[in-house]
């Protein structure tokens, strides 16, 4: 194109974390936060409240001489104490680095003196946690117990503070600073099943744009008139951006805390009634036989987001016809903010037969605005969007991590694409299914078996609580499928019955060579399963049993 650009003539205003919390606060001063708290109880306030504090702790930080750009970290539950800290931190110009306590100790160690966090904020749960491992983290200087005087446990640990005390001598007026919105504004670190956790850097723009992108009617679906649940750790991706979405949009939040089992969670559902609940499917499951076991319906409940592992088709009908719930099935990363794909109901499902909308609902959903998605063959040729052809998913856009913290490791980022590590199909309408990740998948005789096709099929049975399927060695097929479960108390389940059962749901040929029953399965920080540890285990079994 020949000529000069002519360019627009409109105000160019950065995208902050603090605008959103001014909005929040003249916009949706009374909007509820209801939290269950360490302590026990219920705690609830308004966001012009949470505002207020989040102020305070941006004087606080001041006052500990933290400087733009310093990471201060927090080990701490979805709550308010943690919301607060969300805004003020990031507002101030420093780095929200969440922590996810569910990490090895040695990841812990590596990704506290990685990240060099200055001050860690901690709920009272995880003070053991820090006092274990305060030797090796010796850059920290103080430590923040979010609770109040009367609550502050007796530790170890030095240079360390009570929470509300420090919030108590600071005002509550504090002039939010404006900087360049490409600024880091918080931090999470992926927690691989294999190597160092790698930190990925939100900016305030990513963190804003994503927010506003995932609110929508098909998306989050988030309005004023939203109650929301989110379950998903505000420690695991920054509780799935939900805290600034419910910023923008005046959506009441409720807060689990650490109550993530399935009669905590129905207590607080059935004292709040919130219609959008957001988790990982172990969650639900837990939630689901909880309801089972009570005969009692999620009646304020309309919609469950479901991400972060493969939601299966069981799970999908029991939400829809036990309790009127519809699953939105999402997918994204760490990497992404971390909102890819959604699958809210749609001009799609409408007119599908009951049976029909289910199998859409179990892909992964369609891009949210902003996201551009392909998949492309081990050369890195484009594959057709046929709903067909599988391929390696590549992802880019503005919420989608560009490199790695203080890491040089560029192997995931190819001509301006993410490599998500992901194997999946695309169809025509963009609908997104995760076939596997691309070192899970079971390549049996130069074939694909999905391991999570499998896995979801087998834990449709009722007496099936959790289902892996691993890649197995095996002399002529080179990897054939090794199926490992976990069976309901009491239940004398066989082999064959698990194999009779998966007859009718997958290609012969995909049946498992072997079904092992085992009384539990690992999983990772992040609730999914630790395959890698298992493959280690079981990768022989078919060699030896043959
Ligand atoms: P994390 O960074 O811990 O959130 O993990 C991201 C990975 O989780 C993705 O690359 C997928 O492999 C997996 N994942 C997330 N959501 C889904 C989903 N809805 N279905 C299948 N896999 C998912």
Redesign the pocket.
């Known amino acids: 194109m020949s000529g000069q650009p002519m360019f627009g003539q409109m105000m160019d205003r950065p995208l902050l974390i603090s605008g959103l919390l001014e909005h929040a606060e003249t916009t949706h001063p009374g909007t509820e936060i209801v939290s269950r708290r360490c302590e026990g109880d219920i705690h609830r306030y308004t966001m012009k409240e949470a505002a207020g504090r989040a102020r305070r702790i941006a004087n606080l930080l001041h006052r500990f001489g933290i400087e733009q750009g310093e990471r201060i970290a927090t080990l701490a539950w979805n709550g308010y104490r943690h919301y607060e800290l969300y805004f003020g931190v990031s507002g101030y110009g420093a780095v929200l680095h969440t922590i996810n306590p569910r990490l090895f100790a040695d990841q812990l160690v590596y990704i506290i003196n990685h990240a060099k966090d200055r001050w860690i904020f901690v709920d009272l749960t995880f003070v053991p946690l820090l006092e274990s491992i305060r030797e090796q983290i010796p850059q920290v200087e103080g430590f923040v117990v979010l609770c109040d005087e009367a609550h502050m446990p007796d530790t170890s640990l030095p240079n360390v503070h009570c929470y509300e005390t420090l919030l108590a001598q600071e005002p509550d007026e504090f002039v939010w600073p404006e900087f360049d919105e490409r600024c880091a504004a918080s931090m999470c670190y992926?927690?691989g099943t294999t190597g160092n956790p790698k930190g990925v850097l939100y900016s305030h723009r990513s963190t804003v744009i994503h927010a506003m992108s995932s609110i929508g009617q098909e998306m989050l679906g988030l309005a004023s008139t939203s109650c929301f649940l989110p379950v998903v750790p505000m420690f695991?991706?920054n509780a799935w951006g939900t805290p600034y979405s419910a910023a923008i949009t005046g959506a009441k939040q409720v807060f689990p805390g650490p109550g993530m089992d399935g009669a905590s969670l129905w207590e607080l559902i059935e004292a709040e009634k919130p219609d959008l609940l957001l988790g990982v499917p172990t969650v639900w499951l837990m939630l689901l036989n909880h309801m089972d076991s009570i005969g009692k319906k999620l009646e304020s409940v309309q919609n469950v987001i479901?991400?972060?592992?493969?939601?299966p088709l069981s799970m999908i009908r029991d939400f829809q016809e036990k309790h009127d719930a519809f699953l939105i099935?999402?997918?994204?990363?760490?990497?992404m903010s971390?909102i890819g794909t959604v699958n809210a109901h749609n001009i799609h499902m409408e007119s599908l037969p009951l049976e029909e909308r289910y199998q859409l609902q179990a892909k992964?959903g369609r891009p949210v605005y902003g996201i551009e998605m392909k998949i492309v063959d081990d050369d890195g040729h484009d594959l057709p969007r046929d709903g067909e052809a599988r391929g390696r998913l590549l992802v880019r856009g503005p919420w989608i991590v560009s490199g790695y913290y203080r890491n040089e490791d560029r192997s995931s980022f190819i001509d301006g694409w993410f490599d998500?590590?992901?194997v999946a199909t695309i169809d025509a309408n963009n609908y997104l299914h995760?076939v596997d990740?691309s070192k899970d998948v079971i390549k049996s005789g130069g074939e694909w078996i999905s391991s999570?096709d499998l896995e979801n099929a087998a834990v449709g049975h009722p007496q099936l609580t959790e289902c892996c399927v691993i890649a197995a060695r095996h002399e002529k097929w080179a990897e054939r499928p090794l199926l490992l479960c976990v069976r309901r108390e009491g239940s004398q389940l066989t082999e064959q019955d698990v194999l009779d059962y998966l007859s009718d749901k997958v290609a012969k040929w995909w049946l498992p060579d072997a079904v092992v029953f085992v009384d539990s399965l690992p999983h990772t920080a992040?609730g999914?399963l630790l395959k890698v540890n298992l493959r280690t285990e079981y990768e022989n079994y078919l060699l030896e049993q043959a």
């Not at 479901?306 to 939601?311: L, N, T």
């Not at 099935?329 to 990497?335: C, D, L, P, S, Y």
Request: aromatic letters at 4%.
């Open positions: 992926t927690s695991h991706v479901v991400g972060g592992s493969a939601a099935h999402a997918w994204g990363m760490t990497e971390p992964q998500t590590g992901d995760i990740r999570i992040t999914k």
